[in-house]
C-alpha cells in the first residue's frame, strides 16, 4: 500500500507541474460554465408582446380582450392594440410584436350562425414560443365558445324545440366547460442550463484524466521507469494502484473545485452537497477503473491515446456531457445508462430538479460501482501482462 | 512542388492513424446522428397521464389522449414518477387525473386537470396546448350533457352520448394560423440543424488538434532536418498548410455528402455552399498551423485546443442555436468565425 502512495504522490507532483492538467481540471470546465452562464443569461423566464387586431368590435372581441388581461397572462403577454391585420403583419416581421391575434370583422355575429368565422395568428418563424403562446391562449377561448355551440346543438337535438335556440345560446353562454386543464407544479425545479453543463463539462474535462494517465503510463514504460520500479519488491499491482490513486486524487479535487466554484459564481445547482459529492466520488472512482482497463488493454502509447481518445468522446457523447439527452428518444436515453457518465448525468439532474439526499443518487452511484467493478476486475486480470510488457 | 511533396507526406501520415481517421470520419457522423435525433422536432408530444382514481372520466379523458393524432401517451402509476420523467425533460408535459372525477361532474362540479409544463418552454407548451385542446374537446361533451339535461329532456348519460356524436358535425370556431414572416434566420431543427454545426465545429476542433503532429514533428527535429535540404522554410509551412486544408476539405465534404444523403440535409446553392466549406477549410487549417505554432507540447495542443474550439463553437451557435440566447451574447458570437 505504501509502495502504491508512493507513486501516486509522484504522479501528482508530476501532473501539477504540468499546467495542461490544471487547464484540463479546472480552467477548460469553468471558462465553458462561465460562458453557457452567460449566454443563457435571463433566457429562464419567458415575456413576449403580442398584437392584438380587433376588427370585429362586438361582444365575443370584447370578451377576448378582457381574458387578454387577466393577471396570470400579464407575466407572460404585454397585449398590444394594432389596428389592421396588414400594420400587425409588418409588426410581426418588424420584430415589435413577437406575434399578433386577429378577430376578423363580423366574428361575433358569425358564433350564433352555422358557419362561424375563426381567429387568425400571425406568427413568425424566428419566434415560435410567442406563436405557440398565443395559439394556446386562442384556444383556450375559443374551446369555452364551441362548447356552448355544442350545448345548443345537444339539447336542441334532445328535443328542445328550434324556437328556443337563441334563448338556448344566451343560457349557454353561462355556463363553463366543467373540464379545465389547470397549470400544476411539476414539484420540482426547473433545470437551468448551468446546473445540467457544469457537471457535464466538469465530467467531460475529467474524462480527459484517461488519456493523460494512460499517456504518462507508456511514457514510464518506454523510458523504463516501469522495470525499475519492478526491480524493487513492487507487485505489479501496486504500480496500476499508485497511477489509479494519482487519478483519483485529481479527479476529486478537480470536479470538487469545479462544483464549488459553479455554485458560487454561475449559481448552478449541483443539489445536496453530501449526495452529489458522492454521485462525484462515483464517478471518479469509475474513471480511474476505465483508466486502469485502457493502459491494460493497450499495447503501445498510440494505442493508448487512441482508444482513451475514442473512450473520452464515445462516452461524453452517449452519456449525454454535451447534448441533453433527456429529450432525446428514449432509445438513447437507453443508451446512455450503459455510460457511468450517463448515470453520473441523470444523478445531478434529479438533484437539481427533484432534490433530496443521498436516496436521490442511490440507484445512480450503484449503477456506477457496478460499472467500475466490471472495468476495474478485468483491469485488475490484465494487469500483469500490462506491467511486464 | 516541394510544398506538394510535403503535404502528401502529410496526408498519408493522418490517414494511416486510426485514431485521427476516427475523429476525421467516424466521429461526426455519429454526432450527427445523436444531435440530430436529439434536436428533431418531434411529430407527436409525448404525454404522461397519472390517475389519481378519476374514475370512468378520467378513463375517457385518457383514451381521447390516446386517439389524439399529435400526442404519445405514456401512463404513469404514481405522481412521484410522473414528476420525475417531466422534470428530467423526458415528458413534454405531464397530465395529472384527480380522484373522483365522475363524483365531482356528477354533482355539476367544475374538474380541475392538472398539466404540468413549464412556460418558458417552447415545446412544453405546444404540448400543453394540445393537451388542453383535448381536455376542452372532452370537457364541451359534459357541459352540452349538462346543459341539455337542464334544460332539456333526457338524462346526463343519455345526453353525454348524443352530444358525443354530435361534436364531429357541429361547425367550429376555428384558429388559422398564419406566418406573416416565412424567411428562416434560425437554422430549423434536426439534422439541417446538426449537421452545418456539427461541420463547422469539427472541422475546426481536429484541425486545432492536428496542431500536435507539427509539435511532434518540430520536437524530433524534423523542420531543422528538412531546412539542411534544398527546402525553404515557407515552402514547409505551404506543405504543412496544404495537408491541412486538404484534410478540411475530405471531412466538411464527408459530412457534406451524408448529411446530405443519409440525413436529407438541404446545403443550399451548391456554388455558395462550396465556397463558404472551402472557406471553412481555409479558416480550419489556419487554426492547425496557429495550434502548432503557438503551442510548445502536444499535451498543451491536447487540453488547449479542445476547450478553445468547444468554447469558440458554443459562441458561435454550434452547441445550440444563437437564436436562443440574448441578443449581446449573439452579438460577440458573431465576433467568431463559426457564427
Redesign the interface.
Known sequence: MRNALVIAHKDLRQRLR????I??GL??PL??AA??S?????????HFTMGVVDVDRGPVAAGLLKALDAPGLRQ?VTVKTIASKRS??DA??AKSVAA?LVVPAGFSAS?EG????????????????A???T??I???F??????????????L????PTSQSAH?EA??AG?????????????????KTISYYSPGMAIFFLL?TI??TARSFFVDRAQGMIERIRAAPVRPLEILAGKAMSVLVYGVASLGTVAVITSAAFGANWGAPAAAALLGLAMVVAVVCVTALVMCIARTQ?QA??IS??AV?GLA??GGN????????PV??TVALFTPNGWAM?GF??LS??GGGLGTVAEPVLAILAFSVVAGSAAALLARRAVAA | MRAIAIARVSIRRIVRDRTALFFIVVLPVIVILIVGAAERGFTTFRVGVVDLGAGQAGRQLTTAFEHSSDLAVSRYATLAALRKAVARGELNVGVVLPSGMDVTEGRGGTVAVGVMAEQANSSQQAAATAVSSVIAGQGAKVQAARFASVHGPGTFEENLARAGSLQPHVAQVGLRSQTADSSHNVLPEGFSYSAPTMLVFFVFLNALAAGASIIETRQLGMYERMTAGPVRRGTIIAGKTLAYFTMALLQATLIVVVGGVAFGVSWGDPLAATVLVALWALVGAGAGMLSGTLFHTPEQASAIGPTAGIALGMLGGCMWPLAIVSSTMRQIGHLTPQA
Do not use: Y
Open positions: 504540468d499546467r495542461s492538467a487547464v484540463l480552467v477548460a471558462a465553458i460562458l453557457m452567460v449566454a443563457f443569461k435571463g433566457s429562464d423566464t419567458f407572460i400587425a403583419a410581426v416581421r399578433a358564433i352555422g358557419d362561424p368565422l375563426s381567429l387568425v395568428t400571425l406568427t413568425s418563424v424566428n419566434q415560435t414560443v406563436g405557440d403562446i395559439s394556446s386562442a384556444t383556450s375559443i374551446a369555452q365558445l364551441n362548447a356552448d355551440r355544442l350545448s345548443v346543438a345537444t339539447a337535438a334532445a328535443g328542445v338556448l343560457l349557454a355556463f363553463q366547460i366543467p373540464e379545465r386543464a389547470v397549470q400544476r407544479s411539476i414539484g420540482a425545479h426547473k433545470l480527459f488519456s493523460f498510440r491515446e487512441g481518445s475514442i468522446f457523447l452517449l454535451f447534448i441533453f439527452l433527456s429529450s432525446s428518444p438513447m436515453r441523470r439532474t434529479d430538479t427533484i
